[in-house]
């Protein structure tokens, strides 16, 4: 069983930078990858970025070159740092951990939810 907690959302003009991060508890050791996910109203939940504990990281093209992920594997926080915040990105925001005991099973974590508005 793996917990996620989430912090950093909130209210920001367009153009604006604001950070999330998430941290892990529980059986922690075993998870291989994290990130985060967003969903807006009437949308589906959709990947914003993942990093797994390779170094690999994935990012949505809407977020490329704005949004960067980084993953502390030793104290399993992830965080996400958005920069040029646009009206668009405006969602429900749900840190995302992969939790893999073994080389057959994985099993998929998530946070509660922040919410992220960016409206002038």
């Known amino acids: 069983q793996v917990q996620l907690v989430e912090s950093g959302g909130g209210l920001v003009q367009p153009g604006g930078s604001l950070r999330l991060s998430c941290a892990a508890s529980?059986?922690?050791?075993?998870?291989?990858?994290m990130g985060w996910y967003r969903q807006a109203p009437g949308k589906r939940r959709e990947l914003v970025a993942l990093?797994?504990?390779?170094?690999?990281?994935n990012y949505s093209d809407s977020v490329k070159g704005r949004f960067t992920i980084s993953v502390d594997y030793g104290k399993d926080i992830v965080y996400l740092q958005m920069n040029e915040l646009k009206p668009e990105d405006t969602a429900v925001y749900y840190c995302?951990?992969?939790?893999?005991?073994?080389?057959?099973?994985?099993?998929?974590?998530w946070g509660q939810g922040t919410q992220v508005t960016v409206a002038s």
């Open positions: 995302y951990a992969r939790w893999s005991p073994n080389f057959i099973n994985s099993y998929d974590y």
């Open positions: 529980g059986s922690s050791d075993e998870i291989d990858a």
């Open positions: 990093e797994t504990s390779f170094g690999k990281r």
